[in-house]
């Protein structure tokens, strides 16, 4: 055997190169025809776990052995993300340029902590996210920074918040000090988990969220915004953030960022934007209002991992502030002191994180790859697939719309003649066609209603894959009102 | 052209295959001959920057234009973590089969928030977890989940003893509350800078961090911790956790984690264990007292991207009660709520991060491909080069040891006539070996003076390696004791 796991270094250099190549092959299969597998996991609970030994294997294995376990044992047990009819959540691609720079950057295993650790790797995302910055049409004031999820982002927009309204906060912490007030944060009803993570974390407390009444269109109210905030002051609290979306999680609303914006002016409360999954589609001519108003913001959170092809992970916070953040968290130790001849961007000042990847290299690869032009392509295909299912959901007598459309999702359901008997309906429809295995949605709760998802994101989908998305949702709602 | 990336859709398969084949090569030459390159990159900044046009191309560019640049441009601002001669901070191994794994996860693109959205995602990361776990010799109490970095795993343990301590704080929060004490948490004064971040964070302040001396070897002096809880108690503090750290970033000293863990016990307060670099040597036989009394502890870091030969990021919190951080932040959203068959595990439920990749497919095929002896064979041969370095500088008259060598770092320096000469002569030293392109080694300060810091973690790294290194130090040394 050419490659013995048992002696020391690396595998075999030419072994390497004969399993990455037959990977190669693999790969490029599976990119061309996910299509074919099941896209939902048809495993049960405890299935991977119990075909899998209970301990670490005393010697090494050929690669091959680990790869046909990987075959047999695990790939029943994905739910593939990267399949075209994958419309659940927030629909994603790992694209075929992103996967080939998430290889490279394995192989370089570069950590991105300081200047000196990764000149290429800090200074291409400082360019990168300017050309993101650019595309969007955000100020120049706006400077950007990688980390892995919006959740980290978001984390990091409060945090700065925090640091701004108690400079103290550092140094002597929140608890134990009598003069400080409660502090306040507001969103809307609509507005993702994460910040209801990062205030916790932050030691805010959860009561220190107040969410903010939509509209018919689940918007944020700005008056009922503007109330809350004077009815707080009188009570003592202290405002210390603002969370605007621009397409929320449940129906991609967009909240009213120009008015929004110019109450936080008015009232110094840091305006946050939460635009992890829509903010990319500014960049597509006519889409440019969705961001109006976000450069009036002090931070911005855009995920190109959701919506503009780049394998999962990388989140972008802009921020207007970005030396409040350094204020909060740079803190270097005598062994992460280094002498540069000129000023240099050490990444590890901007956030918790001290190992950060080389993800850059995958959002230049897909960008460049695909173009200002192709990216804006896509989006909108993706915009013209999602109202083109909307106009089949708007022309049937079986099912309504529940949502406006502005982006790639479009939430419906199947009518039934009470608002309960809708719910059950829409449930048994849900775990109906999700288990044909030819497509995947998610659901989600509008105005209590129990409401489909279909949310469309990965390159390879086609209006093919949308028809037979709505073919399946026709045939077995059909089927279950029969069965009633 | 086959590849036309201004259509919609991804890059035409068959240009992927001819592309990561290509690539491949690359690779596979990189992994063979990373010795080559200058270690350090040797770019000035801005020099990347400046390369690089300020706009993103509006057209799509064909791969191999895009490859050509990160060859011209990139490549020479890489600095060479994957390098049998980088010697600085810890030294780690993007092994083969871990880029091989990384590629893979690429490719499905999977997001392991849910069961449902990764079955196989979620259950290997419970099933190699185990398998480290009893390689380590931890209990079965242990739970271990997997984060991006050790600074996020401690941030959540410190959360964790946080909630423990004042339940009402996911709900309440920090501020404005009279009754609450100040809280306290305990490290050394070598522990790393990610406990000063995570306090911060969590909204402690930096002064609710107490630093315990150290004894003559850089551990924790327990009579100390002692002297601080009861002085702190009888002050009104509340003592919330101790930190105690098995193989320090500086010197990789091992505090006296049995005592420790005593006395936490007895004073009921969290104890988390930093075993992030060298956790993973209690596997190798001999070596199973650097974990003695970790079993006891509340919590404990170890990262297998650090010295268990994965790329970059996988860090392992293992938590004797994973049920109080759920209980911090548990919270599932009705877009997310799965109804399933059986009881299941949720990953975004142990976390802030509601994003996470596949990082168990990269832990899996490193165990796998080397086995448990081939680890404990790469680990010993580590620990080998450290001691013969280590000799070699305990032979010459013209260098002196700082600290024992317990793993696979050693601390050392030039000798010069006073410990300010010694102080300069070193900086210059450092400075002169890393220009010369063929290694790359780090500094630190133990009692107050300049230390030299090689350390070994790299697959590729052989004795020849470190006599190179010896012979570059000496010869430079020398120089700049002549030029004097």
């Known amino acids: 055997m050419t490659n013995d796991p048992s002696r020391v270094g690396d595998m075999d250099p030419e072994e390497f190169r004969r399993q990455a190549h037959r990977l190669t092959d693999w790969i490029a299969d599976y990119l061309a025809e996910s299509g074919k597998y099941p896209v939902l996991a048809r495993v049960a609970p405890g299935d991977i776990t119990s075909a899998l030994p209970a301990d670490a294997p005393s010697h090494g294995e050929p690669f091959e052995t680990i790869f046909a376990?990987?075959?047999?044992?695990?790939?029943?047990?994905?739910?593939?993300?990267?399949?075209?009819?994958?419309?659940?959540?927030?629909?994603?691609?790992?694209?075929?340029?992103?996967?080939l720079a998430e290889y490279l950057s394995a192989a370089l295993n570069v950590q991105a902590m300081l200047w000196r650790t990764s000149p290429a790797a800090t200074e291409l995302e400082g360019v990168t996210l300017g050309w993101l910055r650019k595309l969007l049409g955000l100020p120049s004031a706006f400077?950007?920074?990688?980390?892995?999820?919006?959740?980290?982002?978001?984390?990091?927009?409060?945090?700065?918040?925090r640091e701004r309204t108690v400079p103290s906060v550092r140094q002597l912490g929140?608890?134990?000090?009598?003069?400080?007030?409660?502090?306040?944060?507001?969103c809307s009803d609509q507005t993702h988990s994460s910040i209801d993570k990062a205030v916790i974390l932050l030691g805010l407390g959860q009561e220190s969220l107040r969410k903010i009444p939509t509209d018919a269109e689940f918007r944020m109210r700005p008056?009922?915004?503007?109330?809350?905030?004077?009815?707080?002051?009188?009570?003592?609290w202290l405002p210390l953030a603002v969370?605007?979306?621009?397409?929320?999680?449940?129906?991609?609303?967009?909240?009213?960022?120009?008015?929004?914006?110019?109450?936080?002016?008015?009232?110094?409360?840091?305006?946050?934007?939460?635009?992890?999954?829509?903010?990319?589609?500014?960049?597509?001519?006519?889409?440019?209002?969705?961001?109006?108003?976000?450069?009036?913001?002090?931070?911005?959170?855009?995920?190109?991992?959701?919506?503009?092809?780049?394998?999962?992970?990388?989140?972008?916070?802009?921020?207007?502030?970005?030396?409040?953040?350094?204020?909060?968290?740079?803190?270097?130790?005598?062994?992460?002191?280094?002498?540069?001849?000129?000023?240099?961007?050490?990444?590890?000042?901007?956030?918790?994180q001290l190992g950060r990847r080389f993800r850059a290299l995958k959002l230049w690869m897909v960008m460049r790859h695909f173009g200002a032009d192709?990216?804006?392509?896509?989006?909108?295909?993706?915009?013209?697939?999602?109202?083109?299912?909307?106009?089949?959901?708007?022309?049937?007598?079986?099912?309504?719309r529940l949502a406006p459309v502005p982006f790639s999702v479009v939430c419906f359901r199947a009518r039934a003649a009470s608002p309960e008997d809708a719910d059950r309906l829409n449930e048994r429809v849900l775990e109906a066609v999700n288990s044909t295995g030819e497509m995947f949605i998610s659901h989600t709760r509008l105005n209590g209603r129990y409401a489909l998802r279909l949310a469309i994101?990965?390159?390879?989908?086609?209006?093919?894959?949308?028809?037979r998305a709505w073919d399946l949702l026709r045939e077995h709602t059909s089927r279950l009102r029969g069965a009633d």
């Open 243 to 352: 969370v605007a979306t621009v397409g929320t999680t449940s129906s991609t609303s967009v909240d009213p960022v120009p008015q929004i914006a110019k109450l936080c002016a008015r009232e110094s409360i840091w305006l946050h934007v939460d635009a992890a999954y829509a903010g990319v589609a500014a960049m597509v001519p006519g889409h440019e209002w969705i961001l109006e108003g976000a450069g009036e913001a002090d931070s911005m959170v855009v995920n190109p991992h959701k919506w503009m092809f780049t394998p999962f992970d990388l989140s972008v916070l802009y921020c207007r502030h970005m030396n409040i953040i350094r204020a909060a968290f740079a803190l270097t130790p005598e062994y992460l002191k280094t002498i540069e001849a000129a000023p240099v961007r050490n990444l590890m000042d901007t956030g918790i």
């Open 174 to 186: 929140l608890t134990g000090r009598d003069a400080l007030p409660r502090l306040r944060v507001y």
């Open 374 to 400: 192709g990216l804006r392509a896509r989006l909108s295909e993706h915009m013209r697939l999602a109202q083109t299912f909307a106009t089949w959901v708007d022309r049937s007598s079986d099912f309504e």
């Open 143 to 161: 400077e950007g920074v990688i980390y892995d999820t919006a959740s980290i982002s978001t984390l990091h927009a409060l945090a700065a918040a």
């Open 69 to 99: 376990d990987f075959e047999k044992i695990l790939l029943p047990g994905i739910t593939h993300w990267n399949h075209p009819a994958f419309f659940a959540y927030f629909a994603i691609t790992g694209s075929a340029p992103g996967v």
């Open 223 to 236: 008056d009922a915004l503007a109330a809350a905030i004077a009815e707080d002051r009188s009570a003592g």
């Open 457 to 467: 994101g990965n390159l390879q989908t086609t209006e093919a894959h949308i028809a």
